[in-house]
């Protein structure tokens, strides 16, 4: 009887270690996860002019003003506009036509598991050989994880020209056509998308909390590095990086974990395999 209960005894503190570690590795990839939306964002707000930013702003106030009647306050506020963008014209002439103004920031994710993955991936190719092309095309379109952002840029010659026509209209007492040019020139504003491969993000920022722990928290960091070789397998199979690039990373890993179980210190081969995996993820951001 006594036996039974050590027994069940040990089961529980098992199971509740257990328990504590995949607490611990949910919270340390949820952390990453926040990172890697963080950098992007970073990234693409600092390709944002700022200056054209406020511009589009200021048409959007400029809009509301002349829509309550407030001509004087109209004036006052194209006046400013006027100044910007001839600040800007002078400034980016020859050198920039379209500002980049506002960037929104969007995670992608179709899929997770790499073999769930693979194996659609392996159901969609069936189904494009067979033609059956309406039939693969969600299927394909489910085969990401990515971070989207969508970039809206301003073009700043018809930026001017659209104040110009905006003013015209206003010193004719033509205070809805005023209005129509400047949502007109808001509609013409340009949007293109930059997609990141989310699992090499993620990766890589999972590497940062192993390379912390790794010595103080073996257990933890094993299972992470799992995590990362789970991630660079995703993306290989959504396309990201090639196998060659995979079974580099993944062998490297395996190295890694071997040394991290026989209690040798990796900081300088995590930092290595770290900058693999920014390599890689640098040159799909481009």
């Given amino acids: 009887m006594l036996t039974l209960m050590l027994l069940a005894a040990q089961v529980q503190a098992q199971t509740s270690a257990d328990t504590l570690l995949?607490?611990?590795?949910?919270k340390a990839i949820a952390e990453s996860e926040k990172k890697t939306i963080e950098e992007i964002?970073?990234?693409?707000?600092?390709?944002?002019?700022?200056?054209?930013?406020?511009?589009?702003?200021?048409?959007?106030?400029?809009?509301?003003t002349l829509s309550y009647g407030d001509l004087e306050g109209a004036y006052a506020i194209l006046s400013q506009l006027d100044e910007q963008?001839?600040?800007?014209?002078?400034?980016y002439r020859g050198k920039v036509e379209n500002f980049p103004v506002s960037a929104?920031?969007?995670?992608?994710?179709g899929v997770e598991d790499p073999d769930k993955a693979e194996q659609m991936y392996q159901?969609?190719?069936?189904?494009?050989?067979?033609?059956?092309?309406p039939k693969a095309r969600p299927i394909i379109d489910a085969l990401r994880n990515e971070v989207v952002v969508t970039i809206s840029t301003v073009p700043l010659k018809v930026l001017?020209?659209?104040?110009?026509?905006?003013?015209?209209?206003?010193?004719?007492?033509?205070?809805q056509g005023a209005i129509d040019a400047l949502n007109l020139f808001l509609s013409s504003i340009e949007t293109y998308q930059v997609s990141y491969?989310?699992?090499?993000?993620?990766?890589?920022?999972?590497?940062?909390?192993?390379?912390?722990?790794?010595?103080?928290d073996p257990e933890l960091a094993l299972e992470l590095l799992k995590e990362v070789k789970r991630k660079v397998r995703l993306a290989y199979v959504l396309g990201y990086i090639d196998k060659s690039a995979m079974d580099s990373i993944l062998k490297g890993v395996d190295k890694i974990e071997k040394s991290i179980k026989g209690g040798k210190e990796q900081t300088s081969q995590l930092k290595s395999m770290q900058e693999k995996?920014?390599?890689?993820?640098?040159?799909?951001s481009q």
Avoid: C, W
């Fill in 22 to 26: 995949s607490s611990r590795v949910r």
């Fill in 41 to 64: 964002t970073g990234i693409e707000e600092g390709k944002i002019f700022q200056d054209a930013a406020k511009v589009v702003a200021g048409i959007r106030l400029l809009i509301r």
């Fill in 85 to 91: 963008t001839d600040s800007l014209y002078e400034k």
């Fill in 104 to 109: 929104v920031v969007a995670v992608v994710v």
């Fill in 123 to 133: 159901e969609a190719r069936k189904l494009v050989n067979e033609r059956q092309l």
């Fill in 160 to 175: 001017k020209s659209s104040l110009d026509l905006a003013r015209s209209l206003m010193d004719r007492g033509n205070i």
């Fill in 197 to 216: 491969p989310k699992p090499l993000f993620d990766a890589s920022y999972i590497l940062d909390v192993v390379i912390n722990v790794h010595q103080k």
């Fill in 277 to 284: 995996i920014k390599k890689e993820k640098k040159a799909l």
